[in-house]
């Protein structure tokens, strides 16, 4: 995660604090060659919320392709995960999160991968493995003010 000031209760006594804020920190990333640093940047709500709703629209267009049954007993058409089609279905809805996560990743890092695409650049951050893109997009999203409850209430009982 960014290793940018203490987990800390601030009395906030001016709006100028929150102006304030970084809006760039570092994540680090273990690998068998060492540690590597990353610059990340915050993002936006708007930023965030853009490339999320990109996913859900790929999945929403997925989920009219899964095969579904009627279920006399709830009275509701339910996924049938009986279906030969099923796992491919699956498959696709993940490998839709993996790309989300991917790009969102590749948004808050400050350096970019080679390439003049997205999916150039996503190409050349698989070879980084998903965990650590995954850390990426974590750290990123902690940046932007999507803390996670733990630490908050770590904070304030300290």
């Known amino acids: 995660m960014t290793k940018k000031g203490k987990d800390k209760v601030i009395k906030v006594t001016s709006w100028k604090q ?41 999945k929403e267009k997925e989920k009219k392709e899964v095969p579904r049954y009627y279920n006399k007993k709830t009275g509701k058409f339910e996924e049938d995960t009986e279906h030969p089609d099923y796992e491919k279905y699956q498959e696709r809805l993940r490998a839709i999160e993996s790309l989300r996560i991917a790009e969102l990743a590749l948004a ?14 996503i190409k050349e951050m698989n070879q980084l493995g998903a965990g650590h893109y995954a850390k990426i997009m974590e750290a990123g999203l902690e940046l932007s003010g999507f803390e996670l409850d733990k630490k908050v209430e770590a904070a304030k009982n300290s």
């Open 108 to 121: 808050f890092m400050v350096i970019k991968p080679d390439g003049e695409t997205l999916e150039e650049q």
């Open 18 to 58: 929150l102006k304030e804020i970084g809006s760039s920190g570092q994540v680090y990333l273990n690998t068998p060659d060492g540690i590597f640093e990353i610059e990340i940047q915050a993002l936006s709500r708007e930023r965030i919320d853009e490339i999320n709703t990109k996913y859900d629209g790929y």
